[in-house]
């Protein structure tokens, strides 16, 4: 569970960023390791955030689906580089699928192409041609016609359960400030890092 007064700084920092013009104050990079110990990073955006933690959604067959289901520790770090001096919130913990239900709420939420979109794409596995692509997506909007999309199996959310989450202001002079919260167990710890 996160304190609240890490919450709380986070969300008082996203609405600072989306009312500052940040042009995607929810995206993220998201850092996963493979089976033998391979790092990948990608940029995702944040859905949510609360005491559990932060969430997003992908295709659970993905690459990061797989490197996650083999390894559920990764890191998150989203930037604001117009937020102040610049932010930067540097997130670690594991991975949990968040419940079904809370899948297909979010899903049912989604513009109906994006929906589509998640039938038609065989994440991060080779697309010989794009027209094979359209083809797909185009299966699924005939298959789906005149009726809700539901959600596809291999697609859903994950909440990140941090162990550490590190505020880091910018400052002149690279006189950085930074703020590292630790949890171990259920108490989480503070302290101030050198620039």
Not at 132 to 152: I, K, L, N, S, W
Request: with cysteine; net charge negative.
């Amino acid at each position: 569970m996160l304190k609240q007064e890490i919450l709380d700084t986070f969300l008082q920092l996203l609405d600072e960023a989306a009312a500052g013009g940040e042009p995607e104050p929810t995206s993220m990079n998201l850092a996963t390791v493979d089976a033998a110990g391979r790092v990948s990073s990608r940029i995702v955006l944040l859905k949510g955030v609360d005491e559990r933690g932060f969430r997003f959604y992908t295709n659970y067959e993905s690459d990061k689906g797989a490197q996650l289901e083999a390894h559920a520790q990764l890191a998150l770090c989203i930037h604001w580089k117009r937020l102040r001096e610049g932010v930067q919130v540097r997130v670690e913990g594991v991975a949990r699928k968040l419940l079904p239900e809370e899948s297909d709420a979010y899903f049912a939420s989604r513009p109906r192409a994006s929906q589509l979109g998640a039938w038609a794409s065989l994440q991060s596995q080779t697309l010989p041609d794009r027209e094979t692509f359209h083809q797909r997506f185009a299966r699924y909007e005939h298959e789906f016609e005149g009726r809700d999309v539901p959600r596809p199996p291999h697609w859903g959310g994950y909440v990140v359960e941090p162990d550490m989450v590190e505020f880091w202001y910018g400052a002149e002079f690279r006189l950085h400030e930074r703020e590292r919260w630790s949890r171990h167990g259920q108490t989480w710890t503070h302290r101030l890092l050198y620039p």
